[in-house]
């Protein structure tokens, strides 16, 4: 008999002998079944894969992106830098030309339908606009305060209605051009000039500056690329016929020189008889006042500006003032100018078309349009115009009414006076 066991330890569990056949073909299906359905990693992902690629193909275009982002920025940055430093700098040239950069070899760009000559716009009857003390009056209410500029002696209106331009009244230290927005705040565009002409149209200007004479494109509120010449003492610019700038030689004797900028130096030799120069046709030629053979008393005359300014026709008649102010209508028809017409002096009107075409014994008729201009003229439709006279009332007239013998009406300004005389604007 055995003996009995010393320790605690009892003896394994006997192992089951009796397992059927479907015992354990149901546990091997088990096994493989739960080892069937336990995720095992495989050795290739192509879904994850393909993920994962265009997860890092959208984070390399993410960061392109933005790196072209940060560039565009800085070169866009740089290039405001760039503008504010050149704005910054108003000595420094503009590179523009005056009139067309090429004209040396072909020919100045001139208005169409003008013969190149400087024909001021037709602009719908409403009156003219008023400078008087300090602002500029519309003729349809509006008032534009301007502060900060003398005495004046001319207006106009700025291209495209962006203002006014005021030329000063002559002082022991010059005249000055004032650039006026519509917003009232002058800009001084020159100042110190011995004399100052400006383009019907505003967008070119010369002056006497020393011993030369210059002239300037005119864009909003810049005079760009300043051109000079050398001048004979007492020469002035009074205007331009097209892109050439009208100048009279002599205050004291008659002639008078086209100086083009852009292509020539002053010729000062050529033209003797011409006094003044009032206009130009919608074909070219100038309406002008020359002086005749044989007599004192100055006559009108179409002038070729293409022929250093002859005379083409001439008429006399009415004794015509010498002062050289005076203005042609928008369609060439009408000459408004002083004169004595029947022993009565004061502002004539005179019909072009009938200039050339009188007798000998027919002298050229001008009709009495009122009292006399002391400025500029207004022509604010084809046959209306406008001026100040002597004591500082607008006259209005139709050239329709003075050609049967109604003179203009004199109507006082509001606020005109002694002190306060006011300037009518042309090109309203």
């Known amino acids: 008999m055995n003996s009995p066991r010393r320790d605690n330890l009892s003896e394994a569990p006997a192992r089951p002998k009796h397992v059927t056949q479907d015992e354990l073909e149901r546990a091997v299906r088990e096994t493989f079944a739960q080892q069937v359905a336990a995720p095992r990693p495989g050795t290739a992902d192509p879904a ?5 690629r265009a997860r890092r193909t959208q ?3 993410t960061t392109t992106g933005l790196a072209l982002a940060a560039v565009a920025t800085v070169a866009v940055s740089a290039g ?11 000595t420094q040239p503009p590179t523009v030309v005056l009139g067309d950069p090429s004209n040396q070899v072909r020919p100045e760009p001139l208005p169409s339908g003008t013969g190149g000559v400087d024909v001021p716009p037709v602009a719908p009857d409403a009156g003219p606009d008023v400078l008087l003390a300090g602002a ?3 003729a349809d209410g509006e008032r534009v305060a301007v502060a900060g500029i003398g005495p004046a002696e001319r207006a106009q209106r700025l291209p495209e209605n962006a203002g006014w331009l005021v030329i000063g009244a002559p002082t022991t230290a010059g005249r000055t051009l004032w650039a006026v927005p519509r917003d009232g705040t002058p800009q001084v565009l020159l100042d110190g000039a011995d004399a100052i002409a400006v383009a019907t149209d505003g967008r070119q200007v010369a002056w006497r500056d020393g011993d030369e004479i210059a002239a300037a494109g005119l864009v909003r509120t810049q005079l760009i690329a300043p051109v000079r010449t050398p001048a004979p003492a007492g020469a002035v610019p009074v205007g331009f016929v097209g892109n050439a700038v009208l100048v009279r030689l002599d205050p004291a004797r008659p002639g008078h020189a086209l100086w083009s900028p852009a292509t020539a130096p002053l010729d000062t030799g050529v033209d003797r008889i011409t006094l003044n120069v009032y206009g130009a046709l919608p074909d070219g030629r100038l309406v002008g006042q020359v002086s005749s053979k044989g007599t004192d008393q100055p006559c009108l005359a179409l002038l070729d500006p293409s022929r250093t300014l002859t005379p083409i026709e001439t008429a006399c008649g009415p004794t015509l003032s010498r002062d050289g102010l005076g203005a042609v209508s928008p369609d ?7 004169g004595e017409s029947g022993k009565k002096a004061g502002a004539l009107l005179v019909d072009v078309a009938r ?3 009188t007798s000998p014994g027919s002298p050229l008729v001008a009709g009495h349009a009122g009292p006399p201009l002391t400025g500029s003229v207004a022509w604010n439709a084809v046959d209306e115009a406008a001026y100040i006279d002597e004591s500082g009332k607008l006259v209005r007239l139709t050239a329709g009414r003075v050609h049967v013998g109604e003179a203009g009406a004199a109507v006082a300004v509001p606020g005109a006076d002694a002190a306060n005389r006011p300037v009518v604007v042309t090109g309203s």
């Open 355 to 357: 200039i050339g075409v």
């Open 80 to 90: 405001i830098v760039q503008l504010g430093d050149v704005t910054r700098r108003p």
């Open 48 to 52: 994850g894969a393909a993920i994962r």
């Open 59 to 61: 984070r390399k275009r």
């Open 136 to 138: 500029i009056l519309g």
């Open 332 to 338: 060439g028809r009408w000459l408004l100018l002083n």
